[in-house]
Nanobody, 123 residues
Framework: QVHLVESGGGSVQAGGSLRLSCAASGYTDSIYSMAWFRQAPGNEREGVAG????????YYAPSVKGRFTISQGTAKNTLYLQMNSLKPEDTAMYYCAADPDSGGLAPQAYKSWGQGTQVTVSS
């Protein structure tokens, strides 16, 4: 089992930056892919960015491509999301997810989830 804990959320003005972190513990050798998702009140959870932990191949939702960067730590048990040029529509709870078999930006593909960290962007 993999345990995930997010940190780094906060409040920022539009155009600002934040860096989210996700610390993974437990059976981290089993992780095949990790991803960041977000969910705003009244909206469905949506995939933001993902990474295959061995190949380091990354992928992004069109809404964040060019502004957000996903990366992992050298030990592969830490995941980051650098968010630049933030917009009010980026306001949401951000979640880290991991899976031993699947990847992509569909929430149902992931078995392990963190509790989330809130990002609020004001105009």
């Amino acid at each position: 089992q993999v345990h995930l804990v997010e940190s780094g959320g906060g409040s920022v003005q539009a155009g600002g930056s934040l860096r989210l972190s996700c610390a993974a513990s437990g059976y981290t050798d089993s992780i095949y892919s990790m991803a960041w998702f977000r969910q705003a009140p009244g909206n469905e959870r949506e995939g933001v960015a993902g990474i295959f932990t061995d190949s380091i191949v990354t992928y992004y939702a069109p809404s964040v491509k060019g502004r957000f960067t996903i990366s992992q730590g050298t030990a592969k048990n830490t995941l980051y999301l650098q968010m630049n040029s933030l917009k009010p529509e980026d306001t949401a709870m951000y979640y880290c997810a991991a899976d031993p078999d699947s990847g992509g930006l569909a929430p149902q593909a992931y078995k392990s989830w963190g509790q989330g960290t809130q990002v609020t962007v004001s105009s």
